[in-house]
């Protein structure tokens, strides 16, 4: 009797669970029946996972260095033209590589940053990290106020009479490396360039002296690339965001104390800053006076945890992309000799043995600005932009839905054979200004499009041609030989390998 009861329970309990299976599964088949009504229109690479969808694919193949995903995505553009729908799970993307529909989205506000994506920027491990900053706010109208009063302090003539300041970090470096300059000395440059670029924003930005180039272990860089790695992490592994083992918990603590700590520095330097504003004493030049001065002439404060924001925003959205620029375009003098060479000429034409470097110089490296180009067009630190459509969009006689994330790569686009003769080739002297309207027009966009386009792109062009020119003025660079040619795709795109490099002094 009573192993028939619990027979009969057992077979209850198998009935729930299949029921409950079969139901899901239904359910699972119906959405995606719908999906594909909506989107069985558009080309989709193969193969799928029918539940996963092209996730368990990528996953697979950005484990392979050999076919990251960037190389994957510009494969199924290849094989399915410039329209393209992958799918997570049950989430649709659409992957566009057409000029005229980046130029259509991305000019138009309507279309918004998708929230999803933006939130892993708000908060690390549940502590506010670049919350409402300008990179990470999706809602227009309050974007579009808070770019209005910033846009100032980003402006080339602002930036011009923080020449010395530049000049300065770019020096430090150059010293930092004498040491190593023995020809002997394997030194990762991405790491120095980090550093340097670190200290940049810092004095730039906030007048503060990090000096993480002579002293990389203090506790803000520490914090910084911490900060940094728990955001990649959370991006690349979700399930880390609730890992129950203790191992997990303690690195998620850590990360949160890492964000805590560079906000409250950053909260340190924005009060001392406008206890000084307020007595009336005179104030360094840099981005965060121009700010404060800003809100005082629109007559509009920003709330300290806004500020904090954006002081996060900046050192995050302006270090690594502007080292992975650097390492990268030194990886490509590396491999190409004719380009080292007539770098170091035009460096050695416009300063010579000059120990400053002058905004009035920077325009003469008309070479270098090119081949500063040509990095970012095979080798762009973000990949691309993504858009929620607001409407219908009509791309290459495709209706994209309302409602879909579209996204616009410009690795892809400036890979292909449409916007550039022989693609693959690295030329700088493509950029060569020419009186037409180059055909890459809204197919290469490294600092993006549109309004929501890279506010600090002129800070970065400069640093990074005041720190080129400084290094190349006093040294050659040799890379390793197994420094591999291989982007890795993290929030950013840095070389792998670190761009490892000998250095010696120049004659
Ligand atoms: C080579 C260096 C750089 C590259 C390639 C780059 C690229 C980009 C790109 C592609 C975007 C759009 C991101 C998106 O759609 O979410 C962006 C936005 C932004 N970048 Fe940069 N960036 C660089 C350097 C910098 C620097 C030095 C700073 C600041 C100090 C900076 C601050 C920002 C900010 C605040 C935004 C958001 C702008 C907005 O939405 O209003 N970037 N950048």
């Known amino acids: 009797m009573e192993l028939n009861a619990g027979f009969r329970i057992l077979l209850y309990a198998l009935l729930v669970i299949t029921s409950t299976v079969g139901v899901a599964f239904v359910v699972f088949s119906w959405l995606l029946y719908r999906f594909n009504g909506k989107?069985?229109?558009?080309?989709?690479?193969?193969?799928?996972?029918?539940?996963?969808?092209?996730?368990?694919?990528?996953?697979?193949?950005?484990?392979k260095m050999d076919m990251q995903t960037l190389t994957l995505m510009h494969q199924w553009m290849r094989d399915l033209g410039p329209v393209y729908c992958i799918r997570f799970i049950l989430q649709p993307m659409v992957i566009c590589s057409n000029p005229p529909t980046v130029k259509k989205v991305c000019l138009d506000s309507r279309h918004l940053k998708p929230r999803a994506l933006y939130d892993f920027f708000y908060s690390v491990f549940g502590q506010r990290f670049l919350g409402l900053g300008?990179?990470?706010q999706v809602n227009h109208e309050k974007w579009h106020t808070r770019r209005a009063l910033l846009n100032p302090a980003f402006n080339r003539k602002y930036l011009k009479q923080m020449m010395d300041l530049f000049d300065e970090s770019a020096t430090r470096l150059r010293d930092h490396l004498i040491p190593l300059a023995d020809d002997k000395t394997l030194v990762?440059?991405?790491?120095?360039?980090n550093n340097v670029a670190l200290d940049v924003i810092g004095k730039v930005g906030f007048d503060m002296d990090i000096n993480a180039v002579e002293n990389s272990?203090?506790?803000?860089?520490?914090?910084?690339?911490?900060?940094?790695?728990?955001?990649?992490?959370?991006?690349?592994?979700?399930?880390t965001l609730v890992d129950p083992r203790s191992k997990a918990r303690q690195y998620r603590r850590s990360v949160r104390d890492a964000v805590k700590l560079v906000r409250n520095i950053g909260q340190d330097c924005i009060e001392k800053r406008r206890e000084a504003k307020k007595k009336g004493e005179e104030l360094p030049k840099d981005i965060l006076t121009c700010i404060l001065q800003a809100e005082d002439d629109v007559g509009q404060k920003i709330e300290m945890a806004e500020l904090l924001d954006e002081f996060v925003t900046f050192f995050l959205a302006g270090h690594e992309t502007t080292s992975n620029l650097l390492a990268f375009t030194l990886l490509e003098i590396g491999r190409h000799k004719d380009v080292a060479k007539r770098l170091k000429d035009e460096v050695d034409e416009v300063l010579g043995s000059k120990s400053?470097?002058?905004?009035?110089?920077?325009?003469?490296?008309?070479y270098m600005s090119r081949v500063f180009k040509e990095t970012m067009r095979l080798n762009p630190p973000v990949s691309g932009l993504s858009r929620v459509l607001a409407s219908d969009v009509q791309s290459c006689g495709y209706v994209i839905p309302k409602g879909t994330t579209i996204m616009f790569m410009t690795y892809v686009t400036s890979r292909l054979e449409e916007f550039f003769d022989d693609p693959l080739l690295f030329n700088p002297d493509r950029f060569i200004p020419t009186d037409e309207t180059p055909r890459h027009f809204f197919a290469y966009y490294p600092f993006a499009i549109g309004q929501r386009n890279c506010i600090g792109q002129q800070i970065a062009l400069i640093e990074s041609k005041v720190i080129l020119a400084k290094l190349l003025q006093s040294f050659d660079f040799r890379l390793e030989q197994s420094q591999r040619h291989i982007i890795l795709r993290e929030v950013t795109n840095k070389p792998i390998d670190g761009c490892k490099n000998y250095i010696s002094l120049r004659d």
């Open 217 to 239: 272990d203090c506790p803000f860089p520490s914090a910084v690339a911490l900060a940094l790695q728990g955001i990649n992490v959370a991006f690349q592994n979700p399930l």
């Open 134 to 136: 300008l990179v990470s």
């Open 188 to 193: 990762r440059m991405l790491e120095h360039f």
């Open 39 to 63: 989107y069985g229109h558009l080309p989709c690479p193969r193969p799928t996972s029918f539940f996963f969808g092209h996730l368990s694919h990528i996953n697979a193949v950005s484990k």
């Open 356 to 366: 400053i470097i002058e905004y009035s110089d920077l325009s003469k490296l008309e």
